[in-house]
DNA sequence: AGTCGTTGGTTCATTATTTGAACCGTTGGT
DNA sequence: ACCAACGGTTCAAATAATGAACCAACGACT
């Protein structure tokens, strides 16, 4: 492994739970040598990735990160088209709508909108990590994606999030020829539970897929007529979203609703 | 130079002018070898800072910068607190508002608001890097940096923006102490012509600044009126980011507005 | 007060990675 | 048919990364 690489990978131990790390904790989660660990923060550090703050010298991603994101917004704007809708979305529905996108081999929220309508809603926190056999996003992604992706995703032992969960491979493959004859995937309590999910696939310049919009909503508030009404606004939203992006839709994508 | 600082160093070529650049091209700005900067790229692709695009094979941001930009807004949430300040800065002044935020040794922009009231507004991009002794945010940080910071940034060939840009170190530490007096540093037409900024600096929780609040006006439409009214909402929006984002004042700050 | 375990930070000989000149095969213009 | 520029690749030589051991400082516990 590159000595770069180590260092990113170093950065990928900040989630949503852990926004400060100390350097033993950085040491003991990377599994490298402490002075390494301490060179190669100076290197983020000097460079503006990270920064240490408090008298415990903790490290926390600093600024740089920001400045990247609104170069890579001004190349590629999707967050900031993606906001029109998902609030058109989540307006629509009542529910709360969410965009992830590929990060290599994993699915990143970066986008979500509450709706005001219900006191209870599904929450979410952005730059969260989802599986891909466990949501309904993912499930969009993998119908649309290459076999050898696919293959990766099902490969190691599969988590089970709930008691409904999936991790059978086979059945999973079953339930993406589904999402591929409908155009749209279906998620109930298999990632948390009590929440009802569907998803759509948006898909870059090269028909290949890139991410996913997402509806969910408390199981008990899903009627016919309230998941009627989510995949007909999740279809428009994700043709809207993959068009203002520069995206196209692949030709076997179903066109029109199917059963 | 360490291997990862150059890799890193690779990522700040990309600016608002230039969203994707070819490996022969970054060899040259960069000065390093070409089969260094393939192989260095190679892993930054990797990581997904960088994705390869279109038939060229040029490089442009990845989505994994959009990941961490989210990771750090919810440690240190500034651009979202600054979204609803910005906004009403703006709406009070009628002028466009922007906030921008220290980077290491760089004042970088990271978010704007444009108000409707005029058809003339002075435009802004995210992401756009300000120099120090030109504008009145780069001022307003300076005023109250280190000595060090300050002679760092006034020793290079300072760059004449303008007809109106003052370049020489003398002058520009008189003006540091008169905004230092005054809490608020201003600048007509010496970073773009015919603009009228004004900037208040908004500080950390050691007490020194992170970036700055400005209003840019036309000078057209700069009267004693609307100075009053701009001075004394970025004086309260200054406050007000600083303290949500947990930052406090320097004692030595003019609590009250001087001349 | 003394001990222990932990923290962030530093050193330097050994080691493994990075480097760069020269090399492909393609593409597009003349 | 040529030339120049592109992205990508190779491999011996040079350089940078590594890791065990070592500080000093802090806090908890006896």
Not at 41 to 61: I, N, S, T
Not at 168 to 179: C, E, H, S
Not at 219 to 227: D, E, H, K, L
Not at 248 to 258: G, K, N, S, T, V
Request: glycine share 8%; proline share 5%.
């Amino acid at each position: 492994m590159g000595t770069v690489t180590k260092a990113l990978n170093l950065l990928s131990f900040f989630t949503q739970n852990r926004h400060e790390i100390g350097l033993s904790d950085l040491t003991r989660l990377s599994g490298l040598n402490k002075a390494t660990v301490y060179r190669l923060m100076g290197e983020l550090q000097e460079a503006g990735f990270v920064e240490q703050v408090g008298p415990d010298r903790a490290y926390r991603l600093g600024p740089e990160v920001l400045r990247l994101a609104a170069l890579r917004e001004a190349a590629v704007p999707i967050l900031s088209v993606s906001r029109g809708i998902l609030d058109r979305l989540c307006d629509a529905t009542g529910e709360t709508a969410h965009l992830s996108l590929l990060r290599g081999t994993q699915l990143v929220t970066l986008g979500h909108a509450y709706s005001p309508r219900h006191a209870t809603r599904v929450m979410m926190d952005d730059a969260e990590i989802l599986s891909f056999h466990g949501t309904a996003s993912g499930l969009a992604v993998l119908a649309w994606a290459d076999d050898a992706f696919v293959d990766a995703a099902l490969a190691g032992p599969l988590a089970a999030h709930t008691t409904d969960t999936v991790t059978d491979p086979g059945a999973i493959r079953a339930m993406l020829d589904q999402v591929r004859a409908d155009g749209i995937a279906e998620s109930v309590g298999r990632f948390e539970a009590d929440v009802h999910s569907h998803a759509a696939p948006v898909f870059g310049a090269d028909q290949r897929p890139i991410g996913a919009l997402a509806v969910a909503a408390p199981v008990s508030r899903m009627t016919p007529a309230q998941r009627a009404t989510i995949r007909a606004e999740l279809r428009a939203a994700a043709r809207d979203l993959t068009q203002r992006t520069g995206g196209f839709f692949p030709p076997e994508y179903p066109q029109e609703a199917a059963a």
